[in-house]
């Protein structure tokens, strides 16, 4: 009996890295970063109150700082609390958002604990119209025996997406 050990985690981002690198490489679809980067914007917000808390109580010591410290204190943990909604509700697992064409697409990806099953989630507006497709696969269908990630099944599950996300009117 040989028994492989494969972190479902790492897989599934490599697996998440791979159809990114398809759609974008074989189909052209540009990669945005709109999710990412408010992401970011909320962390730089919750950066400049702690550094400016950081800063005001260097020049003004702690008994003249006490609101200030304070303020800025509750201010970084509800704006980091704020970053936690944002990832939960609004990301919700997204690797993948692009545009072909002024036709947008967004894939996301879930793996549950102590669990093998791989779902992806993709939501497409073409010509104004919402497609979405979502199917579960277990993640060793991706894999050799060795564990590496098969490029080649990963391209196949890559069309059936693009295929049903940017399927064309009448068709």
Do not use: M
Not at 38 to 44: A, E, S
Not at 52 to 71: M, Q, T
Not at 125 to 154: A, H, Q, R
Request: net charge negative; hydrophobic share 35%; glycine share 8%.
């Amino acid at each position: 009996v040989r028994e492989a050990v494969v972190s479902t985690q790492s897989t599934g981002n490599g697996i998440d890295d791979l159809l990114r690198k398809t759609i974008t490489t074989k189909y052209n679809v540009t990669e945005t970063f709109k999710t990412r980067d408010t992401r970011l914007l909320i962390c730089f917000i919750a950066c400049l109150f702690s550094g400016f808390g950081c800063l005001y109580d260097f020049l003004h010591p702690f008994p003249e700082s006490k609101l200030v410290l304070a303020i800025c204190s509750l201010s970084y943990f509800t704006i980091t609390g704020l970053l936690y909604v944002w990832e939960w509700f609004v990301e919700k697992g997204t690797f993948f958002e692009g545009t072909l064409n002024g036709n947008t697409v967004k894939l996301s990806s879930y793996i549950p604990r102590y669990s093998g099953d791989y779902t992806i989630s993709g939501e497409g507006v073409v010509d104004g119209t919402n497609s979405e497709v979502k199917y579960t696969k277990c993640i060793s269908t991706w894999l050799d025996d060795s564990g590496k990630i098969l490029p080649e099944i990963i391209e196949k599950d890559t069309d059936f997406l693009y295929q049903s996300l940017f399927k064309v009117k009448g068709q």
